[in-house]
């Protein structure tokens, strides 16, 4: 079944550019419609299904979301090594291939984690990064402060995810 809708879905963006019709990001604001990719595992296992995602995200894409938002609030990436996240953003990046925007979660516990996530996307493809405060501390508002100023640093455009 796989294999039969992978075989439908990969041709679409070869029809978009036949049809004449543009494959850059549709927004560069980001407004719009920005979609939370479910990380899928194969069944039984902790190991990535990177054919599944790649039909989930063809799909998205072809829906004409503006982005995609692997690894952000649907959990994944706390159950995900560190090079796991960097290669599944990667993979995503590669499957929309520029025609929307991807956005990577980078939400980590400490400000330290969440710039070397923050590194990682950016190298991997994402065009921008979605990030939480850090959460388990509290921090005092000059600290959330602080925290964003570090980690814009690294030049990722960041869409803060603020859970109150």
């Known amino acids: 079944m796989l294999a039969r809708t992978a075989s439908f879905v990969r041709p679409a963006r070869h029809l978009l550019t036949a049809r004449g019709l543009s494959t850059a990001p549709r927004d560069p604001t980001m407004s719009g419609c920005l979609v939370n990719l479910v990380t899928p595992f194969k069944p039984g296992t902790t190991e990535i299904d990177y054919d599944v ?3 989930t995200t063809e799909r998205q894409v072809a829906a004409g979301v503006s982005g995609v938002i692997p690894m952000g609030t ?3 990436c706390f159950a995900v090594s560190f090079e796991e996240h960097h290669q ?4 995503v990046a590669q499957v929309v291939a520029g025609r929307c925007h991807v956005v990577a979660g980078t939400a980590q516990p400490s400000t330290v984690d969440t710039i ?5 996307a950016q190298k991997a493809g994402a065009t ?4 939480a405060t850090p959460y388990f501390n509290k921090p005092s508002q000059e600290g959330l402060f602080q925290h964003y100023v570090e980690v814009a640093k690294v030049g990722l455009p960041i869409m803060p995810c603020i859970d109150d």
Do not use: D, M, N
Request: neutral net charge.
């Open 88 to 91: 599944l953003v990667k993979h």
């Open 53 to 55: 995602l790649t039909v």
């Open 116 to 120: 070397r996530y923050q590194e990682s």
């Open 128 to 131: 921008a990064s979605l990030t």
């Open 74 to 76: 649907t959990g994944e």
